[in-house]
């Protein structure tokens, strides 16, 4: 993602409250304590991996979210975004809201989450390729000092596979007909309403742990 891109701080603090917070003070929403209900949360997360809205979501809830390891909080991520996806042969080309560029962004994604089997640990990687643009050299980068694993992502990412992976995120997104990205669905709905009471949840966590702001800096990759 070109540097010039990314929002400044300030902007942050009032865009981010479009995806994940709402007026609390209505008798619409609950006002029983979420930390205390024993409810879970099933997140997920349909975004691109060049969309600067999907940057900012990933960046200040999916990723503190995920760096929580949280019981209650399940996080399943969906990397496809405004796309389609063709036949070609006997494999599939695809088309990116984006360009080219997002398309084998999208797949090192897809590919990351393919072959970590921990999740977590799946999300944060993709958490810093966000961060650095989802190229190639992004993947080598948050790979490091990781034997062989920039070089499995990359080669995933390039072949067959990549593309198979890629079309099955595009196969989920479809049941969801979202109109734009990032979308979020939590415990299967869309409503502010779920997105409030998450949000609430982790405020809560936030008070006895980390802020968000230190959060995200503790699962940033260090230069």
Known sequence: MPQSQIPNEKSLDIDLKLYIDEDLSTEEYPSSSDEDSGEEYHIQFYYESLSVKSWLVYTFFIGPLAAIQDSRITIETFPYGIAKTYRKGQGYKFKCEHGPEECYG????????????????????????????????????????????????????????????????GDESEKVDYEQVPYILV???????????????????KKKLLNLRRITEAVAPKN
């Not at 499995?152 to 067959?160: L, N, V």
């Not at 415990?187 to 405020?203: L, W």
């Open 106 to 169: 999208n797949k090192l994604h897809a590919c990351v989450l393919h072959l970590l089997q921990n999740k977590t640990e799946a999300i944060l990687f993709n958490l810093c390729l966000m961060n650095k643009q989802s190229n190639n050299a992004a993947v080598d980068e948050c790979a490091q000092e990781r034997y062989g694993l920039a070089g499995s992502i990359k080669e995933c990412a390039k072949s067959r596979l990549g593309s198979r992976l890629l079309k099955h995120y």
């Open 187 to 205: 415990n299967g709905e869309s409503s502010y309403v779920k997105m409030a009471q998450t949000n609430r949840y982790i405020n809560n966590i």
